[in-house]
Every structure is written in C-alpha cells, then in structure tokens.
C-alpha cells in the first residue's frame, strides 16, 4: 500500500496550487489532507468519503476543494487565495472505513499515509 503525494511547490500570495494523491495497492474509502507547519502540530485540511461526504477545516473553506477520481484512485486538493499561513508540509491520508465526518479530522482516523509534500506561499 502506498500514497504518493505531488504537486507542491513555491507560489505567491493569492495564487493557486493543486496537489495529487495516488493511492496503490489497495482501494480506500476515505482519503484525506493534512498540513504540518514548522513548528506546529500537524493539522486537519480536508477529507472527502464515498458518497460524496465532505469536511473542510474552518481555515480553509471556500478557498481550498477536495475531489476524487475514483478511476485513477486520486485525490486532489484544489488551493486557491492562499495565504503564507498556508505554509506547511502537505500530507494525504487513507482509510479503508467510511469515517462519519466527526471523526475525520483525526489523525488516528487514518492507517495509510504519504510522504508529504511541501507548498511554500510567499512573496
């Protein structure tokens, strides 16, 4: 089983960056982003379940989408107006169960995880 994360880099203040995930070896029901900021605990982004059940952290509502392309067992996280606090390593989680969105945010929610990739918004 592996997630392999992509899709971050340096962009300005305002502008947009999407990440990928692809899953391999095995087919999960809820996958999910995660950010870690230096220095910070890592923190609760999106998550999106079968069924279409979605969850946005506060910080990120209407500014970041989380979908899935269940052909190429992808997810994506669509960022836009982002913000230097939106600094952080980026990482996407997976889980076989279809998690009710209370416990989405959790880390321990999620048995499989990528390795990260790092977005850096600054000027």
């Known amino acids: 089983v592996q997630l392999q994360a992509s899709g971050g880099g340096l962009v300005q203040p305002g502008g947009s960056l999407r990440l990928s995930c692809e899953a391999s070896?095995?087919?999960?029901?809820?996958m999910a982003w995660f950010r870690q900021a230096p220095g910070k605990e890592r923190e609760f982004v999106a998550a999106?379940?079968?069924?279409?059940?979605?969850r946005y952290a506060n910080s990120v509502k209407g500014r970041f989408t989380i979908s899935r392309d269940n052909a190429k067992n992808t997810v994506y996280l669509q960022m836009s107006s982002l913000k230097p606090e939106d600094t952080a390593v980026y990482y996407c989680?997976?889980?076989?169960?279809?998690?009710?969105?209370?416990?989405?945010?959790?880390?321990?929610?999620?048995?499989?995880w990528g390795q990260g990739t790092l977005v850096t918004v600054s000027s």
């Open positions: 070896g095995r087919t999960f029901s809820t």
């Open positions: 989680a997976a889980t076989q169960k279809s998690l009710i969105t209370g416990i989405m945010a959790t880390t321990l929610s999620y048995e499989s």
């Open positions: 999106r379940r079968t069924g279409n059940i979605m």
